[in-house]
C-alpha cells in the first residue's frame, strides 16, 4: 500500500471501529438468559406493615405536688422575713470590675514564696501554676471565689473570699495563702 497515508488511517480506523462494535455485542446473551429466569420464578412474599401501638397520653394528676420546673427555696417558711431580707442583701462580688491575673487560679494552687518591702509598702510574692511570680499587696485579688487580699505578712497572705452558699445568695469566707519552704 503505497498510496496516501490518509486512506491508509480512514481503512484503519474504520476497521478497528467495526471490532470494537463486534465486541460489544458478545455480552448480551447471557444478560437476557439472566432476566428470563428471575421473570420465570414466582413473585415473592411482600412483608406486612408493622402494626404500631397507638400513642397513649399520660395525664398528670398531682398537681397538689411540687411543680418539677419551679426553682425550690429551701429557706423555712418559719424563719423571720427580715433575717431573709438580711441575707439576700448581704456581700455579692463585684462582676463589673476588671480580674485580675491571679484570678484565673484555684486558690490551693497558688503559692506564697516571700514578700519584698519598697517605700514601706509589703508586696507579696506568689508562685502561679502557669510558672511566673506575681506581686500583690493589701487590695488586691487572687482566686477564683473573688479573693481579696486583707493583709500581706513574711508567713502569711490572708483574704475574704465571696463563695455561693447554694440558695442563690453569697457569704464572706476568710481564707490564707501560707508560705511553704
Request: avoid cysteine.
Given at each position: 500500500?503505497?498510496?496516501?497515508?490518509?486512506k491508509y488511517f480512514r481503512l484503519v480506523f474504520v476497521l478497528s471501529l467495526i471490532?470494537?462494535?463486534t465486541a460489544c455485542n458478545q455480552g448480551v446473551g447471557d444478560l437476557r438468559t439472566f432476566v428470563q429466569q428471575i421473570k420465570a420464578q414466582p413473585?415473592?412474599?411482600i412483608e406486612p406493615i408493622p402494626?404500631?401501638?397507638p400513642y397513649q397520653n399520660f395525664e398528670y394528676?398531682?398537681?397538689d405536688l411540687r411543680d418539677p420546673f419551679r426553682m425550690v427555696d429551701f429557706r423555712r417558711p418559719d424563719e423571720n422575713a427580715e433575717l431573709i431580707e438580711n441575707i439576700a442583701s448581704g456581700p455579692k462580688p463585684n462582676i463589673d470590675r476588671v480580674r485580675e491575673p491571679l484570678e484565673d487560679f484555684p486558690l490551693d494552687t497558688l503559692r506564697l514564696k516571700g514578700t519584698i518591702t519598697k517605700d514601706g509598702i509589703k508586696w507579696g510574692l506568689i508562685f502561679a501554676p502557669d510558672n511566673?511570680?506575681?506581686?500583690?499587696l493589701e487590695g488586691h485579688y487572687m482566686g477564683q471565689n473573688h479573693g481579696r487580699i486583707i493583709s500581706v505578712t513574711d508567713q502569711i497572705i490572708e483574704l475574704t473570699e465571696i463563695v455561693p452558699d447554694g440558695l442563690g445568695n453569697y457569704?464572706?469566707?476568710a481564707s490564707a495563702v501560707a508560705l511553704i519552704d
Open positions: 500500500m503505497t498510496g496516501h497515508p490518509d471490532g470494537l462494535l413473585p415473592g412474599r402494626e404500631f401501638q394528676t398531682s398537681h511566673t511570680i506575681h506581686r500583690v457569704i464572706e469566707r
